[in-house]
Each structure stands twice: as C-alpha cells, then as structure tokens.
T-cell receptor, first 115, second 113 residues
Framework: DAGVIQSPRHEVTEMGQEVTLRCKPISGHNSLFWYRQTMMRGLELLIYFNNNVPIDDSGMPEDRFSAKMPNASFSTLKIQPSEPRDSAVYFC?????????????FGPGTRLTVT | AQSVTQLDSQVPVFEEAPVELRCNYSSSVSVYLFWYVQYPNQGLQLLLKYLSGSTLVESINGFEAEFNKSQTSFHLRKPSVHISDTAEYFCAVITNQGGKLIFGQGTELSVKP
C-alpha cells in the first residue's frame, strides 16, 4: 500500500490567497484526521471524519478553515484567506476505526508558508 | 477530558546509553496509550501501543513502554540507543470509548556519538 498521500508537500503563498491541501487516505480506512503542527502549539487535531462525515471540527481555528471529504478516498483542507500565522506543517492521517482507537497512519505532511 | 504530559522537551544522550522518555496522562475513564516517533521532515509513525493485557509492550526496534495505572504513566525506555533513534517522540492517549487522540508536546531525543 502507498500509505497516506498528501499534496502538495510544500506550499508557499502570499497572505490573502486561498490554499487547498489534499489527502488520499489508505484504501479501506474509514476515519480521516487533519492535524496542524507548529513549534509553539505542538500537534493539534483540526477535524476528523468517520465514513466521510465530519464528527468533530472543534479544533478548526476559525471560519477561514474548511474541510471536506466528498468520498472515501479524498479529502481537502482549505484556508481562505490565508494568514502568516497559518504557517505550519499540516498532516493527514487515516485509521480503520472511528476516533482512531487503533493505529492512525500519518501522511508525510504539507509544509505551508504564508508570507 | 484527557491530557498528556511529556515531562522532558529535550533529552540528549550518548550512543549506546540507556534512555527513558517520560509520559504521564490524566483521564477519568480507561484509556489506550500510544508512542509515536517522528523522524526529521516526516510524518508520525506508531512505535508501540497499549490497548489491554500485558502492561509491558515492545517495539521491533528495541523500545519498550510499561503502562502503570496507579502512577498514570507510560514511560518509554530503550537500554541502548543508536544514532538512528534521533527523532521526536510523542505520547498519545485516547479513551476506550473513542474520540480524539490527545498528543503530548513531544520529546526530542538527540543521540550523540
């Protein structure tokens, strides 16, 4: 299996631009998670889906952030408009079980820089 | 609510020395516990997990962790570290009812020759 796939791996954009991060979970997994990692705040869960349905989005920082999962093999995290404080590494992870009781498999991450 | 505390943000150690990375958790219900490792510029990988049964769990590369319910701890140990063990290590907890996986702040293990 190719594992969790994220694109792009690196994204540099200017403040105010729209940014879309993409994730393809492992085939057969039914839970998907978006995390953000920064030096200051560590690893934060932004949102997670179970069977393509958002279960908990309480970690989404504000309305500028939105996430979708139109089918079992694809998810997007969108930031519009982007701000410099959004600079971070964004990870997608998938799991076989709801809520990640069992192992979560992480993608390589997208390093976002907003100037 | 659950929480995880990793007591050391950085642990420098010489090659072939033993190491212990400390993790304490707080929860009012039963939990499952995990250690993840993050090598530079990579995503997190599961190192080992405690779900039930034996309180001592081991990884394939020589790490072990012991679940101590009375002390609410899940410390990670290795008797002899290698340069290649240099990475950031995250302890994580989730309740046995599911929900969010809560991560600690991470411990940066730096192995020097």
């Amino acid at each position: 299996d190719a594992g969790v796939i994220q694109s792009p791996r690196h994204e540099v954009t200017e403040m105010g631009q729209e940014v879309t991060l993409r994730c393809k979970p492992i085939s057969g997994h039914n839970s998907l998670f978006w995390y953000r990692q920064t030096m200051m705040r560590g690893l934060e869960l932004l949102i997670y889906f179970n069977n393509n349905v958002p279960i908990d989005d309480s970690g989404m920082p504000e309305d500028r952030f939105s996430a979708k999962m139109p089918n079992a093999s694809f998810s997007t995290l969108k930031i519009q408009p982007s701000e410099p404080r959004d600079s971070a590494v964004y990870f997608c992870a998938s799991s076989l079980a709801p809520g990640g009781i069992y192992e979560q498999y992480f993608g390589p991450g997208t390093r976002l820089t907003v100037t | 609510a659950q929480s995880v505390t990793q007591l050391d943000s950085q642990v420098p150690v010489f090659e072939e020395a033993p190491v212990e990375l400390r993790c304490n958790y707080s929860s009012s219900v039963s939990v499952y516990l995990f250690w993840y490792v993050q090598y530079p510029n990579q995503g997190l990988q599961l190192l080992l997990k405690y779900l039930s049964g034996s309180t001592l769990v081991e990884s394939i590369n020589g790490f072990e962790a012991e679940f101590n319910k009375s002390q609410t701890s899940f410390h990670l140990r290795k008797p002899s570290v290698h340069i290649s063990d240099t990475a950031e290590y995250f302890c994580a907890v989730i309740t046995n009812q599911g929900g969010k996986l809560i991560f600690g702040q991470g411990t940066e293990l730096s192995v020097k020759p």
